[in-house]
């Protein structure tokens, strides 16, 4: 069975929940697959590694109750984030506990390596690999990715500078499995946008910050819902990869937003004082400007979908720009 033929009949909408670093727990993954759609955690929020464990078995539990009392709309599957870059020593342990606990989906960031996808297909699930260029996503697929997850340009937190347009369609033009397309979307219109452009799952991370269910401060809540695309600025001077950020928090942690040259993340200072500004340096998208307010999971996607169903209905006819008389294109 392909991952897609699993998720028949899941899903509510067509979305994934991107994993979100500190922010997304249980709480936060079986609220948006109760919603209908799939969320998703980075393992490493869970830390010590026993709580993983404990994490895991938590979600099966509580999903396996949920659809045991609505069995006319069971949840849809969720998802772990395993960091399989070399410095991340922890990488052995938590795939074991995900075969453990049998995860149906993995997204792997940060490297791609056979024996991760492996694992992954020795007890019946799914790995997606989240990609910025043609060179990953190739890598990705030839050492065993089932799907992408295409970062475009606008996606929150470490991005891509592609165009979601560029990037999906020379995808498309030699990959027909599962793509998950990331980069700004935040309302019901751009998910059908989306599907449109030719990708199966619209992949949805800065939204979900402003949930309640979110591990996110009210401050970083309160932000997501004040400010709009401007707002977000694309630098590699935070971490020493490229992403976006909210820049007011930049601002509020002392740092002068023209003049970002001189914080070189590299020779940090790691006192105490700058490790807690550095801490408050809060990641976003650049679709945040269709978010608010602060709500519960289940209305985020309920407006989601509201959203969603309206696009559909005002493309159902044909549009009124164009003249349907002119048809195909006249020979020479």
Known sequence: MSMLEMLKGRLR????????????????????????????????????????DEWLAEINERLAAHDAAHPDRPSAPYAINLIV???????????K???????????????????????????GGYGIHDVIN????????????????????????????LSPFGFLQETREWFDGPIALSGAIAHGRSILAAEAMGADFAY??????????????????????????????????ITGVHGNYLRPSLEAA????????????NAMDFSSDRKRRWKDIWGSGQGIGAVKEVVPTAALVDRLAAEYAAARVRLGSHSPLVNPGWGMPRAA
């Not at 269910?213 to 400010?227: C, F, G, H, L, P």
């Open 204 to 237: 949805i991370g800065s939204a979900f910050i402003a949930t309640e269910e979110a591990r996110a401060v009210d401050d970083y809540k309160r932000m997501i819902t004040q400010y709009g695309a401007e707002d977000i600025l694309y630098t590699n001077l």
């Open 97 to 123: 506990l995900v075969v453990k606990h049998k995860v149906p989906m993995i997204i792997c960031s940060l490297g791609a390596r056979p024996e991760v996808y492996d694992a992954i297909h020795s007890y």
């Open 13 to 52: 909408l067509p979305v994934i929940g991107s994993p979100l670093f500190i922010i997304s727990v249980p709480d936060l993954v079986v609220a948006q697959c109760t919603s209908g759609v799939i969320g998703s955690m980075p393992s490493l929020n869970a830390r010590p590694l026993e709580q993983l």
């Open 254 to 265: 002392g740092m002068d937003v023209n003049n970002l040259g001189q914080y070189n993340a």
């Open 134 to 161: 043609q060179s990953f996503a190739h890598k990705a697929i030839e050492k065993g990715a089932d799907g992408l997850v295409l970062v475009a340009s606008g996606a929150g937190g470490h991005a891509g500078a």
């Open 85 to 95: 870059h070399k410095s991340n020593d922890r990488l052995e342990e938590d795939i």
